[in-house]
Nanobody, 123 residues
Framework: QVQLVQSGGGLVQTGGSLRLSCAAS????????MGWFRQAPGKEREFVAA????????YYADSVKGRFTISKDNAKNTVYLQMNSLKPEDTAIYYC????????????????WGQGTQVTVSS
C-alpha cells in the first residue's frame, strides 16, 4: 500500500510558476512510476506528465511540454511537478499517481492517487 500526500499549488498570475510536490509512503518508491494528471471543471481527467521509477525517463503532454518539468527524488520518496509559464488553461485540480513498473499516460492503470491540489492561473 502506498499513500500519496500532495502539497503546493495555489493562485498565480499568467506567466508565473508553481511547484507541486507529492510525498509517498513506503520503502520501494523507486519501483513506482509516477504520473501527474489534472482535471478542470466539467472536463475529464487528463494526463500531464509521467516519470519512470528510476527517474531517468519522462514523458509530457503536448500542452505542457517545454513549460512543465517532472522530477523524482527516490531518497526523499517525492515526485515534483515544476510548472513555469503558466496559462489560464492550466487551471485545474492536479493529482499525482503511482503505479508499479513502467510509466503510462492512462489514468486508469495507476493504482494509488494523491488527494489533489488546486492550481488557479489568473489572466
Amino acid at each position: 500500500q502506498v499513500q500519496l500526500v500532495q502539497s503546493g499549488g495555489g493562485l498565480v498570475q499568467t506567466g508565473g510558476s508553481l511547484r507541486l510536490s507529492c510525498a509517498a509512503s513506503g520503502r520501494t518508491f523507486s519501483s513506482y512510476a509516477m504520473g501527474w494528471f489534472r482535471q478542470a471543471p466539467g472536463k475529464e481527467r487528463e494526463f500531464v506528465a509521467a516519470i519512470s521509477g528510476s527517474g531517468g525517463n519522462t514523458y509530457y503532454a503536448d500542452s505542457v511540454k517545454g513549460r512543465f518539468t517532472i522530477s523524482k527524488d527516490n531518497a526523499k520518496n517525492t515526485v515534483y511537478l515544476q510548472m513555469n509559464s503558466l496559462k489560464p488553461e492550466d487551471t485545474a485540480i492536479y493529482y499525482c499517481a503511482a503505479k508499479v513498473s513502467s510509466m503510462r499516460i492512462i489514468a486508469a492503470v495507476y493504482d494509488y492517487w494523491g488527494q489533489g491540489t488546486q492550481v488557479t492561473v489568473s489572466s
